[in-house]
């Protein structure tokens, strides 16, 4: 399970973590974070053969195509 970098209660990435590995407060998402996560969780699953990476890659591009969208 990934512990840290999940906004559990809203959803979608932490951008800055304290250094206990809490959240730092940061009241936005950036769309950028999210596809930056995105390759490196991947690529890390698709090395590593880690299927938790992978979800966690699924996951963060499931936040992404639901809530950044251009109006």
Do not use: N
């Not at 559990?8 to 936005?28: K, M, Q, S, V, Y």
């Not at 769309?31 to 053969?49: L, P």
């Amino acid at each position: 399970m990934i512990k840290h970098g999940w906004d559990w209660t809203r959803g979608g990435l932490i951008e800055r973590l304290t250094p206990e590995g809490a959240d730092h407060g940061t009241p936005f998402r950036r769309v950028m974070v999210h596809a930056r996560q995105i390759y490196v969780f991947s690529t890390w699953a698709s090395v590593t053969g880690d299927g938790v990476l992978s979800a966690h890659a699924d996951r963060i591009f499931e936040y992404m195509t639901k809530r950044f969208w251009d109006y």
